[in-house]
Each structure stands twice: as C-alpha cells, then as structure tokens.
C-alpha cells in the first residue's frame, strides 16, 4: 500500500464546474497536510495546507481534512482552463519534515 | 523575493560520468530538502538540511549520491558515477521553520537528468 494514494487522472471538468480532488494517506500520526499545483515542466506550487479537522477556504478552494478516515481533499469551484495542471497531494508526519507525496492528479478544465 | 532556483534546468550524461545539481534556496531559509521524481512515480524525499547539517538523510538512495551545504547557503548533489535508474527530475525546496512545526517548503523549478 502506498502511503500517499491518489487517483491518477485525468479528471475532466467543464469550465465553471466544481472539481474534486481526492487523497487518502496511510500513517495515522500524520499531521500536517499540503496540496501543490504543478504545471507541466514547472515547479510544485503550493495551494493550500491544511492541519486540523475540517474545511479551510481560500478563494475558490477549500480543503478538507479527515483525520478518523485519512482522507484529504481539495475542491476547486468555477473551474478555470488555467486550473488544468497535476494536483500533487503531499503528507508530513509526526516529528518529521520531509513531505510524502502522492502520485499526482491531472486536471483537465475544457471550455 | 526570489524563488528557489536550481542550475542547470537539464542535464544529459552517459553512465559512470558524474554530474552536479545545485541548488540556491530563498534567502534567508535555514532548511533546504533535495526531493527526487523518476518516471510515472511520486516525488520522493532525499535529504533534509538545516543551515550545514544533515538533519535527515535517509532517503538517499546510496553512497553514489553526496549532498553538501558548506556555508549553509546553497546546496551541491553529486552523483557519481551516475547509473541509469538515476534519471529523473531533482527537486530542491526550502523552508524558513521546519516543516513539522508546520512551515511550507517552497520548491525550485527542478533539474531533469538523464542518463544515457
């Protein structure tokens, strides 16, 4: 089992749709939680971090954290084109620093 | 402010040659982590330092592999000799405060490597 699991992709969303991007992780002592874009060729942008159960809203995307399931996701409202990257969903546990990543999910908003 | 920024964007080298990433942090940042993406697969960990120590290495792959931090400014990764599965895209990210006090690491554009 991967530590940090998320479905490949593509997800394909019309423009001014709600995109759901989801992530499930494996440690339980998990404790800090990051969503980063990345366009192709560029690097790992950092959208939204997240630490406590619950949603936290930023513009048009809100995180969602479920300790109890180990599930995180990110939703996107009114989807742009622009929003079409890879969605990168990277964990950092207890007393550590490194981040895990998951695979990545592509996004792909048409017009 | 700058960005993390890593030289040279690509590399492409012949097996047993060796090769040298750099990496500048955003200044001003005590921690500085080298992360590794092969192909089809995750972003994964390498190394993790604070100013010029090695805080945590356990994610270099083998002795092929040498990061150094003189100074506690920018950051060198060495291959040598470089093998074929070394071939990926090298990430170097900083950070102000450690990350499990929950401070972001911001990542540079990477170096894609190749080995022929």
């Known amino acids: 089992q991967k530590e940090v699991e998320q479905n490949s992709g593509p997800l394909s969303v019309p423009e001014g749709a709600i995109a759901s991007l989801n992530c499930t992780y494996s440690?339980?002592?998990?404790?800090?939680f990051f969503w980063y874009r990345q366009y192709s060729g560029k690097s790992p942008e950092l959208i939204m971090s997240?630490?406590?159960?619950g949603d936290k809203e930023d513009g048009r995307f809100t995180a969602q954290l479920n300790k109890a399931s180990q599930y995180v996701s990110l939703l996107i409202r009114d989807s742009q084109p622009s929003d079409s990257a890879t969605y990168l969903c990277?964990?950092?546990?207890?007393?550590?620093?490194?981040?895990?990543f998951g695979t990545g999910t592509r996004l792909q908003v048409f017009p | 402010e700058a960005g993390v920024t890593q030289f040279p964007s690509h590399s492409v080298i012949e097996k047993g040659q060796t090769v040298t990433l750099r990496c500048d942090p955003i200044s001003g940042h005590d921690n500085l982590y080298w992360y590794r993406r092969v192909m089809g697969k995750e972003i994964k960990f390498l190394l993790h330092?604070?100013?010029?120590?090695?805080?945590?290495e356990s994610g270099m792959p083998n002795n092929r592999f040498l990061a150094e931090r003189t100074g506690g400014t920018y950051s060198t990764l060495k291959v040598q000799p470089a093998e074929l599965e070394d071939s990926g895209v090298y990430f170097c990210?900083?950070?102000?405060?450690?990350?499990?006090?929950?401070?972001?690491?911001?990542f540079g554009p990477g170096t894609r490597l190749t080995v022929l």
């Open positions: 990277a964990v950092n546990s207890y007393n550590t620093d490194k981040l895990i």
């Open positions: 440690d339980r002592v998990s404790q800090s």
């Open positions: 990210a900083s950070s102000q405060e450690r990350t499990k006090t929950g401070d972001t690491q911001y």
């Open positions: 997240i630490y406590s159960n």
């Open positions: 330092f604070v100013k010029e120590s090695k805080q945590d």
